[in-house]
């Protein structure tokens, strides 16, 4: 964190991956989420984030939309709270 404007480093997306906010907690390890392409698609929860990152919704996250079927995708990353305002104050998201 840079300690003049509170700027933290963030992690981005790859060229395969796309932001996405969370809608709808479906049980289990799955959420349907709204990715900025337009499209809502059904996102899994890996199990090394399972027990270990809570996923709500309303998270800004990071989705990997499967190459066989476009209308699911893996979750890849959570961004907290602070880390979403800072991406929409930079004008990654909206």
């Given at each position: 964190?840079?300690?003049e404007?509170?700027?933290?480093?963030?992690?981005?997306?790859?060229?395969?991956?796309?932001?996405?906010?969370?809608?709808e907690?479906?049980?289990?390890?799955?959420?349907?989420?709204?990715?900025?392409?337009?499209?809502?698609?059904?996102?899994?929860?890996?199990?090394?984030?399972?027990?270990?990152?809570?996923?709500?919704?309303?998270?800004?996250?990071?989705?990997?939309?499967?190459?066989?079927?476009?209308?699911?995708?893996?979750?890849?990353?959570?961004?907290?709270?602070?880390?979403a305002?800072?991406?929409?104050?930079?004008?990654?998201?909206?």
């Amino acid at each position: 964190m840079s300690e003049e404007s509170g700027r933290r480093n963030l992690r981005m997306p790859n060229d395969d991956e796309l932001f996405a906010v969370v809608t709808e907690h479906n049980g289990g390890n799955h959420v349907r989420v709204r990715c900025e392409d337009g499209q809502n698609r059904m996102g899994r929860i890996p199990g090394r984030m399972k027990y270990r990152t809570w996923i709500n919704e309303g998270d800004v996250v990071i989705v990997e939309p499967w190459d066989w079927q476009d209308e699911k995708a893996n979750i890849e990353w959570r961004y907290s709270g602070q880390d979403a305002d800072q991406l929409r104050r930079e004008g990654h998201i909206d």
